[in-house]
């Protein structure tokens, strides 16, 4: 009877021993979850963030000044423009005519119609 005693005393100590050790990594595992859904939000407002700088990096507005001032673009214009043939030929810059005044009518102009 005391080694049936004996070996069930040891069943319910190594029972418990294991329950507290579940119980111990149960919490572990608990504690670095939480850890990890902090992190997660952490790093979501980082990418929210990130997410409005860029859009505001990408103004147009803000492209074109810096397209001015470190890149020293400039606009176009049909005096600056060039045209290219598919051979590579350049295609001569075409001014634009003078605007010229209309011709005075003359007496022989006038009875015409």
């Not at 005075?104 to 119609?113: D, E, N, Q, Y």
């Given at each position: 009877m005391t080694r049936l005693n004996l070996l069930l005393l040891i069943a319910v100590l190594a029972s418990a021993i294991f329950l507290v050790h579940t119980q111990y990594m149960s919490r572990q595992l608990?504690?670095?979850?939480?850890?990890?859904?902090?992190?997660?939000?952490?790093?979501?407002?980082d990418q929210d963030r990130l997410q409005v700088e860029k859009r505001a990096q990408?103004?147009?507005?803000?492209?074109e000044?810096?397209?001015?001032?470190?890149?020293?673009?400039?606009?176009?214009?049909?005096?600056?423009?060039?045209?290219?043939?598919?051979?590579?030929?350049?295609?001569?810059?075409?001014?634009?005519?003078?605007?010229?005044?209309?011709?005075?009518?003359t007496a022989s102009t006038k009875g015409a119609h």
């Amino acid at each position: 009877m005391t080694r049936l005693n004996l070996l069930l005393l040891i069943a319910v100590l190594a029972s418990a021993i294991f329950l507290v050790h579940t119980q111990y990594m149960s919490r572990q595992l608990y504690t670095e979850l939480h850890r990890i859904e902090l992190e997660a939000r952490r790093l979501e407002l980082d990418q929210d963030r990130l997410q409005v700088e860029k859009r505001a990096q990408a103004t147009p507005l803000r492209v074109e000044k810096l397209a001015k001032e470190q890149l020293k673009m400039r606009t176009t214009t049909p005096a600056i423009t060039q045209y290219v043939r598919q051979d590579g030929t350049v295609i001569p810059a075409v001014a634009a005519p003078a605007p010229t005044a209309p011709a005075p009518r003359t007496a022989s102009t006038k009875g015409a119609h």
